[in-house]
Each structure stands twice: as structure tokens, then as C-alpha cells.
């Protein structure tokens, strides 16, 4: 009977054990299970992160892209407009000058061709 009870005491030990371990590999399971979803929601939010990372970069320079046209056309206009306005005082002042330099002017042709003299 002894012997009986040793085997049984040593059968419910082994149960255990087995218990034991199939509840640590449930508890590894349910862990691994946990930081795969942990991992697969970080992966997510980098992917949102970047997106929105790269649409205001897009936006950003779209931005830089329309004040460097619009400077452009500022700096193109205000050069036009003073080659305009010095030309046009260069020329007015040189027409007001043109009796000190030109004795007689000869038009040849219907063109308006000039020969200063």
C-alpha cells in the first residue's frame, strides 16, 4: 500500500508539474500575444506620425515655393520699374541737354533715322 501511495503522490507531482507548466506557457502566450499588439499599434502610429510628418513638409514647402515666386516677382518689378524710370531720366535729362551737344540733325528716310552732327 505504501508503494501505492508513493506512485500516486508521485503521479499527482507530475500533474502538477504539467499543470504548472502548460499554465506558465499560457502566461508566456498571453505575454508574447501582448507585446505583439504593443509592437503592431507603436508600427502604426510611426506610419501616422510619417504621413503626417510628410504632408507638412509638402505644405511647408509649397509654402517656400510661393514666397520665392511671389519675392521673385517683387524683385522683377522693382528692377523693371527702375530700368524704366532711369532710363526715362536718362533720357529726359539728355534731351534736355541735346542743344549743348548737337549743332544740326539731318532725318533721312520716313523711319525717324538721326544724324547727329
Same mark, same amino acid.
Given at each position: 500500500?505504501?508503494?501505492?501511495?508513493?506512485? !500516486?503522490?508521485?503521479?499527482? *507531482?507530475?500533474? !502538477?508539474?504539467?499543470?504548472?507548466?502548460?499554465?506558465? =506557457?499560457?502566461?508566456?502566450? &498571453?505575454?508574447?500575444?501582448? !507585446?505583439?499588439?504593443?509592437v503592431e499599434q507603436?508600427?502604426? %502610429?510611426?506610419?501616422? *506620425?510619417?504621413?503626417?510628418?510628410?504632408?507638412? *513638409?509638402?505644405?511647408?514647402? =509649397?509654402? %517656400?515655393?510661393?514666397?520665392?515666386?511671389?519675392?521673385?516677382? *517683387?524683385?522683377?518689378?522693382?528692377?523693371?520699374?527702375?530700368?524704366?524710370?532711369?532710363?526715362?531720366?536718362?533720357?529726359? &535729362?539728355?534731351?534736355?541737354?541735346?542743344?549743348? &551737344?548737337?549743332?544740326?540733325?539731318?532725318?533721312?528716310?520716313?523711319?525717324?533715322?538721326?544724324?547727329?552732327?
Amino acid at each position: 500500500m505504501y508503494d501505492l501511495e508513493k506512485r !500516486l503522490q508521485e503521479f499527482e *507531482q507530475k500533474r !502538477l508539474e504539467s499543470e504548472h507548466k502548460r499554465i506558465e =506557457a499560457e502566461a508566456e502566450l &498571453k505575454e508574447e500575444k501582448h !507585446l505583439k499588439s504593443i509592437v503592431e499599434q507603436q508600427a502604426i %502610429q510611426m506610419a501616422e *506620425q510619417r504621413r503626417h510628418f510628410e504632408e507638412q *513638409q509638402a505644405s511647408q514647402m =509649397a509654402e %517656400q515655393r510661393a514666397h520665392y515666386d511671389n519675392m521673385m516677382m *517683387q524683385m522683377l518689378s522693382y528692377i523693371t520699374s527702375q530700368s524704366a524710370q532711369s532710363s526715362s531720366d536718362h533720357l529726359d &535729362k539728355e534731351v534736355l541737354l541735346l542743344h549743348t &551737344k548737337v549743332d544740326l540733325v539731318v532725318t533721312l528716310g520716313v523711319d525717324g533715322t538721326a544724324l547727329w552732327i
